[in-house]
């Protein structure tokens, strides 16, 4: 015989006042066991206020606009309004940093588009989710410091009208989906069918062209110098020439790439 287990979910005192220096943060779910889960893992975070719940897309819009959270863990799919549609419907001054908690793997791009922090698929581990905490403290704080707060409603009005290059890239490596800023990126280089995107002592692969991967990258930052590298010119530290034309590219890391000679004319964008 099966015994049913009862789930019962803690009552999450709401509140409207601000708490100085600690991020409010609701939690929007419409799956019981997956907004206890969630809790259950932010309740050592001191820095966080719990401030809410909501189990639907026009009941975490009200919250939103009560409870004014620093920052929101929002589902994509909910019932009334999924949360694109949530986001939609955001206020546009001082809108909450957005971290998507989702079994959807493929709403990643779209949520890039308006910004989110972050893109975590369930079950989400304590550390994948602390990693996505400490962008959202960045993203907060940064917009304390400076009184202006991220927008990513307006991205979506922005990408309905103009098409514009991403301040980032989405990464799939299996059930994760990773957000890595183009500032981070020192250089790129071809590996077979695949680019490795080479990020402090971090390397990620991806199944990519070259030619691809050269669209996704801000010209003005970015510089093919070979047929198989790109280079972030941000983090070039010197040239020095070679034999036949060809130059050694120096990073700031000390790492060291090639500039052959069919790309001299690239000099001087470098220069």
Same mark, same amino acid.
């Given at each position: 015989m099966t015994t049913a287990l009862a789930f019962a979910e803690p009552e999450i005192q709401?509140?409207?006042?601000?708490?100085?220096?600690?991020?409010?943060?609701l939690i929007a779910d419409d799956q019981l066991i997956a907004r206890e889960s969630l809790r259950r893992m932010l309740i050592s975070e001191t820095d966080l206020e719990l401030v809410g719940t909501a189990v639907s897309g026009p009941?975490?819009?009200?919250?939103?606009h009560r409870l004014r959270p620093?920052?929101?863990?929002?589902?994509?799919?909910?019932?009334?309004?999924n949360g694109f549609g949530v986001l939609n419907q955001l206020p546009q001054s001082q809108p909450p940093a957005i971290i998507f908690v989702t079994a959807h793997e493929n709403f990643a791009h779209q949520a890039f588009d308006v910004e989110a922090v972050d893109y975590l698929l369930k079950p989400c581990s304590g550390q994948?989710?602390?990693? !996505?905490?400490?962008?959202?403290?960045?993203?907060?704080?940064?917009?304390?410091?400076?009184?202006?707060?991220?927008?990513?409603?307006?991205?979506?009005a922005d990408t309905a009208t103009k098409p514009q290059l991403s301040q980032r890239l989405t990464i799939k490596s299996g059930r994760r989906i990773l957000f890595l800023r183009l500032a981070d990126i020192e250089y790129v280089e071809a590996a077979d069918n695949y680019m490795e995107l080479h990020a402090g002592k971090e390397t990620h692969l991806v199944r990519e062209t070259m030619a691809a991967m050269e669209t996704?990258?801000?010209?003005?930052?970015?510089?093919r110098i070979s047929r198989s590298t790109i280079v972030n010119t941000d983090f070039i530290r010197e040239l020095q020439p070679m034999f036949h034309g060809?130059? !050694?590219?120096?990073?700031?890391?000390?790492?060291?790439?090639?500039l052959s000679r069919g790309y001299r004319d690239k000099l001087g964008q470098l220069c």
């Open positions: 709401e509140t409207e006042s601000k708490s100085e220096g600690r991020i409010r943060a009941e975490t819009v009200e919250a939103i620093d920052l929101v863990f929002l589902d994509v799919a909910m019932p009334g309004l994948r989710l602390h990693k !996505a905490l400490n962008r959202a403290r960045e993203q907060i704080h940064r917009r304390r410091a400076t009184a202006q707060p991220a927008k990513p409603q307006e991205a979506l996704k990258l801000p010209s003005q930052q970015f510089l060809d130059y !050694a590219v120096i990073l700031r890391s000390g790492a060291r790439l090639s």
